[in-house]
T-cell receptor, first 115, second 112 residues
């Protein structure tokens, strides 16, 4: 059974720091990995999507890497800002029974960036 | 900008009521999903659909049903709402294969 683990569960940092959020998954047979951001009481916003054949993706101050063989992904946030405060979720897309696939989520990392 | 729209941000319903949660996407996506999110339990898949009039049970389908009469609309139905169905409900859609998921803004349902 695929399990997705995110470390740390919570993080509080001063503004300007560079951050690394970690995600690990137990089964390397995935289609892709997606990082999301969720603000309190809101839906999920997609940040980065990494296909299984890719090693990393970048968007602005965000960079996500994927090492499928070791079952790990990291989300790097450069020069953090208070507006980055949110919960960050990673999810892997995996084949399930019946030929379907689904997204399996980690529990998230709750990030607080203080001025 | 492509979107997944959930018709209600907040709902308050009484125990025993029949509740409809609506989700509409404008991206011509084949796949649509309903998740619920609870503190400490994360996101759990309730039902999904890979085509019109098609549905498959997810991890926690008990107490729920779904309807997909048109490609763009996927409805979640609580036949008889109970207090343990108080939760945040999230709808998502995707293309088949290796595309990413797009989520709606969520519906916070409270059953009293």
């Amino acid at each position: 059974k695929q399990e997705v683990t995110q470390i740390p569960a919570a993080l509080s940092v001063p503004e300007g720091e560079n951050l690394v959020l970690n995600c690990s998954f137990t089964d390397s047979a995935i289609y892709n990995l997606q990082w999301f951001r969720q603000d309190p009481g809101k839906g999920l916003t997609s940040l980065l999507l990494i296909q299984s054949s890719q090693r990393e993706q970048t968007s602005g101050r965000l960079n996500a890497s994927l090492d499928k063989s070791s079952g790990r992904s990291t989300l790097y946030i450069a020069a953090s800002q208070p507006g980055d405060s949110a919960t960050y979720l990673c999810a892997v897309r995996k084949l399930i029974s019946g030929g379907y696939n689904k997204l399996i989520f980690g529990a998230g990392t709750r990030l607080a960036v203080h001025p | 900008d492509v979107k997944v729209t959930q018709s209600s941000r907040y709902l308050v319903k009484r125990t025993g009521e029949k509740v409809f949660l609506e989700c509409v996407q404008d991206m011509d996506h084949e796949n649509m999903f309903w998740y619920r999110q609870d503190p400490g339990l994360g996101l759990r898949l309730i039902y999904f659909s890979y085509d019109v009039k098609m549905k498959e049970k997810g991890d926690i389908p008990e107490g729920y049903s779904v309807s997909r009469e048109k490609k763009e609309r996927f409805s979640l139905i609580l036949e008889s709402a109970s207090t343990n169905q108080t939760s945040m409900y999230l709808c998502a859609s995707s293309l088949p294969g290796t595309d990413g998921y797009t989520f709606g803004s969520g519906t916070r349902l409270t059953v009293v």
